[in-house]
């Protein structure tokens, strides 16, 4: 099946510095690769996505880029504010497959 | 729409109790999941449904049953709860439409086995 491996675990920047968390998966059959930010006492919830015919997409502030080729995809946050702060998870899974595995998450810190 | 709604927020059993975690959502998605977080280790699968009447396993399903008899709910049994499933749980809906998907999570259960 399909395994995620995400890094750093813990990442601590300074307010308006850009933060980069990388994951890479396993199965070349996935083509769905979602990006969830869980907040204390919260569920995971979606903040970006990306399809696999897809190498770059952005939002505002965040964007997520896909290598194929190398099985690996990065979330970039820029100009990061204290309220990005949580911890943040990457997944992968076939786009019509509930069978989606996640990467064990990274804890974002943005120091004021 | 209320979205994916858990009950109950936290819960301690005894070894070797049952109990139903339950999990509805109003959105009309056909698929739902479960999932158990646990530090250092993410979110992993229990089990999903592709619809009212499928489920199928994920990467952990031993100690869990689930059931769909509508597409409404998806509840999760502890047939003999020990203390290794000691863990948040999350249910999940999720639909996939024209190109387009998103999962929604319900706010989890803290379920501690004692």
Redesign the interface.
Known sequence: ?EN?E?HP?TLSVQEGDSAVIKCTYSDSASN?F?W?KQEL??????II?IRSNVGEKKDQRIAVTLNKTAKHFSLHITETQPEDSAVY?C?ASM??N????????TRLTVKP | NAGVTQTPKFQVLKTGQSMTLQCAQDMNHEYMSWYRQDPGMGLRLIHYSVGAGITDQGEVPNGYNVSRSTTEDFPLRLLSAAPSQTSVYFCASSYAFRGETEAFFGQGTRLTVV
Not at chain 1, 41 to 46: D, E, F, R, T
Not at chain 1, 98 to 105: K, Q, S, W
């Open positions: 099946g995620v995400q675990s769905y979602p969830y006492g919260k569920g995971p919830q979606l996505d998870f997944a786009f019509d509930n069978d989606m595995r996640f990467g064990a998450g």
